[in-house]
């Protein structure tokens, strides 16, 4: 993102800069652990749900140029260059005209003097610009256009004395400003000249329509509360930074956004913070994906693992395990995704008021795909558990039982006809038969499905245990990090032999099977 730059055409109010859709590539990402928003490189928030990643939209200019936006500009043309903070998800903005130079910085806020692995716990649900003139003077417009429940409310807005708030829709939103603002069309708008050395804040707050109006950040404190958040990022990197090799600081920016991605309250990974961004433009293929896949969530865990630590990982199968129930048999098969909260029902629902990313049609929101069966998923969730014993030891009772519940229902599914692993039916299930039999291979290997069934907290002696409890197994007293040799399978069980189609290379090996398909489909 450093360096590279953007020209913007003259538009006294209107805050879309040359082509009605900005290419995707020209968004950043902002992130809180709650919920995502996408700001492009002119300074406009086209993309944000509150409170939380699966939420109405409350700016979706992403998908519709009248679904709303929040933007932050220069009046007259300019170029802009921008870059991520070091060490954060904090976005600076440079914007270069004729007349000087001014300086946005966005930020979705955390609490403040939140450090570590607190990041994202109770998040505020803000959003922080703090504007700084660097050179000469500059005339700049700000746009707040808030279209709850993606574009389809148009709420009552109105000016207070330090900014606006709105009236209307699942929730409310007050907006503190460092100007005048006024209020037109649903819009707040303000209009401004700023000089080198001065500084502009805003503070938009989201609250439930049943609450009292949110209190908002102080304009004046907006650029501490910015640099506190920025601050809260680097120290969570700092305790994860254990990746020694090559493109240090790439990987570093990857683990950053793989954490913005996961949900704080429970553990869960989303597979992105958007909904029906098209896999090709003009195309049918435009997929809701604001929830917890397990493929996905299952190689980003392994990504985590390379670049930071073991804590998300300790979360996810937590919420896993809670989601699925604790057990994956055949009175209840694992899904393939579930909602940011557990939520099993995703049914799926089209919202035909909105045009699509350059009118690629339809709109979704759910995800029909939520019934079909994959059974990869147990081999990626398998995988994803043992990299998670490896690293933290011995595992909650319950977790046990669902570990035993995913190898065992591998082992009777294998004889089943693969589905396809894609949204599309018919479509070559290239990865699923690898997969599962992967995961297989190393319970098999550890004994951990035979071995876990017969344990006096498995079956009907199931003890429900909260996500709290089960990451409470390394605390004074746990069992010892290392496998101890108890857990090895009996002389007198024998694994099956793998039903995959590449069954005569197989090895019973972490890495699952010796030959594997050239491509896979995408999901």
Known sequence: MTGRTSSGADAPEDASRGPEFAPIADYGMLADCHTAALVSR?????????????????????????????????????????????????????????????????????????????????????????????????????????????????????????????????????????VPVAVRDATMRAGFAIDASASVGFCLTWAPAESAPPTTCSPSRVRERVADTAQAWRSWEAEHDVYEGPHHDLVLLSSRVLKGLSYRPTGAIVAAPTTSLPERVGGERNWDYRYAWIRDASLTLQALYIGTCPDEASHFISYMTSAAGGHAGDESALQIMYGIRGEHDLSERELGHLRGWRDSRPVRVGNGAWNQIQLDVYGQLLDAIHLYRDRLGELHPEIQCFVADLAERRLAGGASRMPACGRCAGSPATTCRPRSCAGWHWTARSGWGHAWASTPASRHGRRRATPSAMRSSNTAGAPSARPSSSRSAPASWTPRRCRCRWSDSCRPRTGGCARRSRRSPAN
């Open 42 to 178: 002119a300074g406009s928030i086209d993309w944000l749900c509150l409170p939380h990643y699966d939420s109405p939209a409350v700016f979706a200019r992403l998908l519709d140029p009248d679904a709303g936006h929040w933007s932050i500009r220069p009046a007259a043309g300019y170029t802009a260059e921008r870059r991520y903070l070091p060490g954060t998800l904090v976005i600076e903005t440079t914007f270069t005209t004729t007349d000087g130079v001014v300086r946005l910085t966005d930020a979705l806020g955390v609490v403040e003097g939140q450090r570590g692995h607190d990041l994202g716990r109770d998040a505020p649900h803000e959003v922080l610009r703090s504007l700084e003139g660097l050179e000469g003077r500059v005339e700049m417009v700000m746009e707040l256009a808030p279209r709850p429940e993606y574009g389809l409310v148009r709420p009552l807005c109105r000016a207070t004395h330090d900014g606006g708030r709105t009236f209307g829709g699942p929730g409310q939103i007050s907006l503190s400003a460092g």
